[in-house]
């Protein structure tokens, strides 16, 4: 079983919303953290919002404001509410999760953080045109 797996990329115009969706199959029994990454043509891939074991969020600058990470109750799904598009956040969006902290960029810092999930999904592409 796929342990991530995205959906609701898509196509839109800028200033438009689109909400992504992730589907979570590891155990839910155990602590876990979660973001959000994305890559676009030619750049390294980014974090843009990650969410903690107990619910709180952290948010990049590039998005702040405009994007809202959430999961639902069983913590099975994950969400990326994105607002006000901009045709910069043209890019292939992954969620991604961990069981450590320290992997997961935005909720860690300093020498003791790696932002390397282990867990990815297959991304959804979004695109915004102008």
């Known amino acids: 079983q796929v342990p991530l797996a995205e959906s609701g990329g898509g196509s839109v115009q800028a200033g438009g919303s689109l909400t992504l969706s992730c589907s979570v199959s590891?155990?839910?029994?155990?602590?876990?953290?979660m973001g959000w990454f994305r890559q676009a043509p030619g750049k390294g891939r980014e974090v843009i919002a990650s969410?903690?074991?107990?619910?709180?969020?952290v948010d990049a600058d590039s998005v702040k404001g405009r994007f809202t990470v959430s999961q639902d109750f069983a913590k099975s799904n994950l969400y990326l509410q994105m607002n006000n598009l901009k045709p910069e956040d043209t890019a292939m969006y992954y969620c991604?999760?961990?069981?450590?902290?320290?992997?997961?960029?935005?909720?860690?810092?300093?020498?003791?953080?790696?932002?390397?999930?282990?867990?990815w999904g297959q991304g959804t592409q979004v695109t915004v045109s102008s």
């Open positions: 969410i903690d074991s107990d619910g709180q969020t």
């Open positions: 991604a999760a961990d069981y450590q902290i320290t992997r997961i960029g935005l909720l860690c810092s300093g020498d003791n953080c790696f932002n390397r999930p282990k867990y």
């Open positions: 590891l155990d839910t029994t155990s602590s876990k953290y």
